[in-house]
């Protein structure tokens, strides 16, 4: 399928060390596609489902060992400890690759190694990168399918080139104690192996585009963040976008497939999804950021997608999706997962594969759950019903306004905005959110996580916050910067914001800010909306209510002060200067 000498020697060099029986090209025909459906169907590793209701959806198990991200095997091996920085997990990558040749050798004897040329971002355009990902998995081929634009115009794309990133995938024996995710971002090259999980093995995804991606960025002058990226219909038409970041459990999936209440969407607005999980970010010609997401489909978290929280996501999955570890409705060979809806199946595999009954569930042990808690489903772009309709433009989309979020109970307003851009780095860098009584024994704890980035920064992440601080000088029109905080709580515990289409609500303000249309307060933190900034028509909320969800505790900010520092000390002697001044003009604001 190529001439290229540098792809072709790299795969001679790699089946030499892991042994396949065969070699086989991916081309992206929907035969080939086909072909492989059939072959992971009678070796068991896919289950058809029904195919009136879910047409050409299949159900798939890891192993029970293998079933989320590992943080804990994850490394940055970059040749000085102290570029992959105090958050990553470092090993020198000449030992690295030492430890994992031993791994990988003969780790695909018996089995077929599929090429997977793939394109992150539209084919052809100058945000986009190229990867191929060598692997032995049917499961990753036919992921990847969805999840990039792969086959052989990537390959006509690429021509003679030796600029695409180098992956290479083995599930060799799920081992583990020998699992390894590892990224040489000197090298351009991954290296995921003993895993069969997505998030781990779909090397297009957080090991491409966000880690290696954030190191190139630093590089080459713009930016990969772990962000959704969102377009609002205004009435007369125009289309104004966000990028938006947050932690898990924040509601990004459900912000970026919003729909719109009642009585806006009666006045003409709408929203499109660009992308829910990456964005891309260079300076466009005209002076503004522009984005693009780099991905072709959805890996989403299933179990709480129904309705009500997630309509769009919902009707995303009913076609051409693989759901992995949710429950099996043996019924009508069907999927089922808590939160789906309230009617548990009457007979049901369990993401185990062992029978399940509900009378044996207990909400509070996960346990007992039919579906994995983070059982996943990988579904194309092309399904959301409210998937912007130029989502292949080879342009991006610019960006009118980015927006931090995460979860805290009683420190930060509902929405507040940035002074400038260096705060609003610096808003980004304490991004923070509390643990629940559902996710931790202790509820409260603050757990920081930088732009949503923490687990994703390829490099090391002082030097991730002064390539942000360093792309405000550099570009001539930088979106403003904004936070928000859909779970401000009362009294007794209850959200006092009713979230999902509602936050509209702040979106909007926040474009009208961006546009320099909306008046506001400022406060120690920032600018929160001035009284009737927001549009409340139709909520049950009174003035005080209002009050608690943008007002200021000091003495809860300045606690909060102290942990930043913390934080920041913890990163190292690489911390831009900058964001501890500041931390320090905070403290002063909130002591006056």
């Given at each position: ?50 195919q009136e209701k879910y047409p050409g959806c299949f159900l798939h198990r890891t192993a029970v060992n293998d079933v989320a991200r590992v943080e804990g095997r994850t490394f940055i091996c970059t040749r000085k400890k ?320 980015i927006v931090f979020g995460g979860r805290r109970a009683k420190t930060a307003p509902l929405v507040y905005q940035s002074f400038n851009w260096q705060h609003g780095t610096f808003v980004g860098s304490i991004l923070a ?160």
């Amino acid at each position: 399928m190529t001439s290229n000498y540098h792809l072709k020697n790299w795969i001679n060099e790699t089946a030499a060390m892991t042994s396949p029986d065969r070699i086989v090209w991916i081309d992206g025909s929907a035969e080939q596609k086909k072909e492989l459906e059939e072959q992971a169907v009678k070796t068991g590793e896919l289950i058809r489902l029904n195919q009136e209701k879910y047409p050409g959806c299949f159900l798939h198990r890891t192993a029970v060992n293998d079933v989320a991200r590992v943080e804990g095997r994850t490394f940055i091996c970059t040749r000085k400890k102290e570029d992959a920085g105090n958050i990553n997990n470092w090993i020198d990558p000449e030992e690295c690759y030492a430890r994992l040749k031993k791994i990988f050798r003969g780790s695909m004897r018996g089995r077929t190694m599929y090429v997977i040329p793939y394109s992150m971002g539209p084919v052809g355009s100058e945000f986009s990168k190229i990867g191929i990902e060598l692997t032995d998995s049917i499961y990753v081929v036919l992921n990847m399918l969805i999840m990039t634009r792969a086959g052989k115009k990537v390959l006509d794309m690429l021509g003679d080139s030796p600029d695409f990133i180098k992956g290479l995938h083995s599930k060799a024996e799920l081992d583990e104690n020998n699992r390894y995710i590892c990224h040489f971002p000197e090298d351009n090259t991954i290296w995921s192996v003993n895993s069969g999980y997505g998030g781990n093995v779909l090397l297009g995804k957080k090991c491409f585009a966000l880690r290696i991606a954030s190191y190139l960025g630093r590089k080459e002058g713009w930016m990969a963040e772990h962000m959704l990226i969102l377009g609002i219909q205004y009435p007369d038409g125009e289309i104004k976008y966000i990028a938006a970041a947050f932690p898990s459990a924040c509601g990004k999936t459900n912000l970026a497939m919003l729909v719109p209440p009642d009585f806006l969407r009666k006045k003409g607005y709408r929203i499109y999804c660009v992308g829910d999980d990456i964005a891309w970010l260079r300076i466009g010609k005209d002076g503004r950021l522009w984005a693009v997401n780099p991905e072709n489909g959805f890996f989403g978290v299933a179990p709480g997608t129904n309705e009500k929280t997630n309509p769009n996501a919902l009707a995303t999955t009913v076609r051409n999706t693989i759901f992995t570890n949710v429950a099996l409705n043996t019924d009508d060979n069907t999927v089922w997962w808590e939160g789906l809806d309230d009617c548990p199946p009457e007979h049901c595999i369990d993401w185990r594969g062992n029978e399940w009954h509900y009378e044996n569930y207990r909400k509070d042990d996960k346990t007992t759950c039919a579906a994995h808690p983070n059982s996943r489903f990988t579904a194309p772009m092309e399904n959301c019903p409210c998937l912007t309709a130029d989502h292949e433009t080879t342009e991006g989309f610019p960006i009118s306004a980015i927006v931090f979020g995460g979860r805290r109970a009683k420190t930060a307003p509902l929405v507040y905005q940035s002074f400038n851009w260096q705060h609003g780095t610096f808003v980004g860098s304490i991004l923070a959110s509390e643990t629940t009584a559902a996710a931790s024994g202790q509820v409260g704890v603050v757990r920081r996580d930088p732009m949503a980035m923490r687990p994703f920064v390829g490099y090391n992440m002082g030097d991730y916050f002064a390539h942000w601080l360093e792309m405000g000088k550099k570009i001539p029109c930088p979106p403003p910067i904004f936070n928000v905080n859909w779970f401000r709580t009362d009294e007794n515990g209850h959200f006092i914001w009713p979230g999902f289409g509602d936050n509209l609500r702040v979106i909007l303000w926040i474009l009208e800010r961006a546009a320099g249309n909306a008046e506001a307060v400022r406060t120690p933190v920032g600018y929160v909306p001035a009284e009737g900034g927001i549009d409340l028509t139709g909520l049950k909320l009174k003035n005080d209510d209002v009050a608690k969800l943008l007002e200021i505790d000091r003495d809860a900010w300045l606690k909060d002060a102290e942990n930043i520092g913390e934080f920041y000390d913890m990163i190292g002697d690489r911390m831009p200067h900058e964001l501890y001044d500041e931390l320090d003009a905070l403290k002063k604001r909130l002591s006056e």
